[in-house]
């Protein structure tokens, strides 16, 4: 005997399911779908231009190295094995981070529609499925947060509670500013207490937190580019002076003394790099 409504709860069950399910492309970068049918944020699928362009920066690395230090084929292809395992990682997490803070931006953009749709009247539901029509006005339907929030109105049709989905999304993003917001949207809206005031207050804190933040990298930006300038100022010495005196370092490439100078050189010059980057790696908490 078939029950009534039978088919229609399973239709949507299956929608729901393969739009959580799929894959995610947001300004072209593929993210993966996570356990809760939802975009896993702390991982990074490369595309294959970007795969391409991780393989090529490894090789050019490597070929880098082994000429200004060594001028050997046999270095260059031991070389290219560590590098073209360091730098796709290292692209890839680089490009992760950028990803987030672009979730971060449109997540930001997002509450404040939120806020104000509460504060003009509306339920907590009916403002999450507004702020995702504004939201692709702004970044368009493949948007991360206008993929969020049409995956939370779809879930809160299968009666969801949204308290739930803001902690599945905190959990998948990583954002702080996510967790923290979840947290005491959730407290606020199961204690009754009042939602609007409230979430004002949270939104304009993570505002305040945000512009601090713009603030710092506003003012290391400079001292990034900076450092990646003078990173590669020791390899254009060598290959200026190579290239105005030729056989300069010629007795760097064919004694066994002076190959261990170059390598030595080249452990120092990988060792002050990495230094650097961690100097200038602030993160505002």
Known sequence: ??????????????????????????????????????????????????????????????????????????????????????????????????????????????????????????????????????????????GMMCRELAYMVQQMNMNRPIEELMDDFAKRSGLEEVDHFARIFRIAK?????????????????DDRYQVKEEIRTLTASRQYEQKVMNAMPLLMILYIDGTSPGFFEVMYTTAMGRIIMTACLAVYILACWLAGRILDITAG
């Open 1 to 142: 005997m078939r029950l009534p409504g039978r088919s229609e709860a399973a239709g949507k069950f299956e929608a729901a399911e393969k739009a959580g399910g799929q894959a995610v492309r947001a300004g072209g970068q593929a993210v993966r779908a996570g356990p809760a049918g939802g975009t896993d944020y702390s991982r990074y699928r490369m595309t294959p231009l970007q795969r391409l362009e991780a393989i090529a920066a490894g090789a050019g690395l490597a070929g880098a190295a082994a000429y200004v230090c060594y001028r050997s084929w046999i270095v260059f292809l031991l070389l290219l094995v560590p590098a073209e395992i360091y730098v796709p990682a290292y692209l890839r997490g680089m490009w992760r981070e950028k990803r987030l803070r672009q979730l971060e931006i449109q997540f930001k953009e997002a509450i404040q529609i939120i806020s104000a749709s509460l504060a003009a009247g509306l339920s907590v539901e009916n403002a999450v499925a507004s702020s995702g029509k504004e939201l692709e006005l702004m970044y368009g339907r493949n």
């Open 190 to 206: 199961r204690s009754g207490g009042r939602l609007v005031p409230i979430i004002q207050h949270t939104v304009q804190v993570m």
